[in-house]
């Protein structure tokens, strides 16, 4: 597509349920990246994607969270047992991951707003 | 470690006014990139602009001008004759060359009030 989608584009869970967020990135771009925005926030970086591989996992805030990319494409990100300050508009944003090169630039998509009760 | 500040949380301007957003940066690293985005009330990230860390020239586009100086690591926003539809949060950004991630301020809410 021409740009990032995300889907659901919302999403409302109960408390303990396990949920499942779809990115998928602008074609051609190799680097995904998962962020979360609480109500009012700024960006929390959560995970990133080369390819099909994560470098950086820092940003992923417990062990319920977990992102797989697949085919270099489409990213999931996987919640379990939800908990309610998980609820926050998550984004996902993609880019050439051309690290050395000065034009390299993310691109974001629409957001899933999550919200558990 | 590499940090971006955005130390104004909300600004409310009424429209025509200009107003300057601040970023001001942190990075030890010399060569890098600095971005700013808008987040409209509809809630997608739009990409404004990028700047290289070797290319001090501001940029003019439209209404919108920008000045970086690596003196006071600062790349800031101006909006001139601000309207509306300028309401949003704007984020700025840093990214180190040869890596991915980009760091985040905290953004800037900018209130347009007719």
């Known amino acids: 597509g021409a740009g990032v989608s995300q889907s659901p584009s919302n999403k409302v869970t109960e408390k303990g349920k396990d949920v499942e967020l779809r990115c998928d990135p602008i074609s051609g771009h190799t680097a995904l990246y998962w962020y979360r925005q609480s109500l009012g926030q700024g960006l929390e970086f959560l995970i990133y994607?080369?390819?099909?591989?994560?470098?950086?996992k820092s940003g992923l805030p417990s062990d319920r969270f977990s992102a797989e990319r697949t085919g270099g494409s489409v990213s999931t990100l996987t919640i379990q047992r939800t908990q309610q300050e998980d609820s926050a508009v998550y984004l996902c944003a993609s880019s050439f991951g051309l690290a050395a090169s000065s034009t390299d630039t993310q691109y974001f998509g629409p957001g899933t707003r999550l919200t558990v009760l | 470690a590499q940090k971006v500040t955005q130390a104004q949380t909300e600004i409310s301007v009424v429209e025509k006014e200009d107003v300057t957003l601040d970023c001001v940066y942190e990075?030890?690293?010399?060569?890098?990139?600095l971005f700013w985005y808008k987040q409209p009330p509809s809630g997608e990230l739009v990409f404004l602009i990028r700047r290289n860390s070797f290319d001090e020239q501001n940029e003019i586009s439209g209404r919108y001008s920008w000045n970086f100086q690596k003196s006071t690591s600062s790349f800031n926003f101006t909006i001139t004759a601000s309207q509306v539809v300028d309401s949003a949060v704007y984020f700025c950004a840093l990214r180190l060359y040869n890596f991915n991630k980009f760091y985040f301020g905290s953004g800037t809410k900018l209130n347009v009030k007719p």
């Open positions: 994607f080369q390819g099909n591989s994560a470098p950086d």
């Open positions: 990075t030890r690293d010399t060569t890098y990139y």
